[in-house]
């Protein structure tokens, strides 16, 4: 059974910065793309940045140069280092697998409970 587990959320003061990480389980990790994604109140979930099998990442337009994605096959962790935090960076973040090794968002297929993260003004 596959298991993602989130951490690192928290209220941080706008310009600040926060590492989310996620620990997985149960399923070939240096083999599976992996992602985070976010969802605000009263909004859509949207991707915010992807990192495939070989490490290649991809970020949202709204997080590129502000969100580092990385990942340690042998800690089988995905980590996001966030910086220059927005008060619209505020939503729940999630990470998920995709055990396909593809970009397109719809392939991932295991999700975590997610993480909240605050920014405050």
């Known amino acids: 059974q596959v298991q993602l587990v989130e951490s690192g959320g928290g209220l941080v003061q706008a310009g600040g910065s926060l590492r989310l990480s996620c620990a997985a389980s149960g399923l070939t990790f240096s083999s599976a793309a992996m992602g985070w994604f976010r969802q605000a109140p009263g909004k859509q979930r949207e991707w915010v940045a992807l990192?495939?099998?070989?490490?290649?990442?991809l970020y949202s337009a709204f997080v590129k140069g502000r969100f580092t994605i990385s990942r340690d096959n042998d800690e089988n962790t995905v980590y996001l280092q966030m910086s220059t935090l927005k008060p619209e960076d505020t939503a729940h973040y999630y990470c998920a697998a995709n055990t396909a090794n593809t970009w397109e968002t719809a392939s991932y297929d295991h999700w975590g409970q997610g993480t909240q993260v605050t920014g405050s003004s």
């Open positions: 990192i495939s099998a070989g490490g290649r990442t």
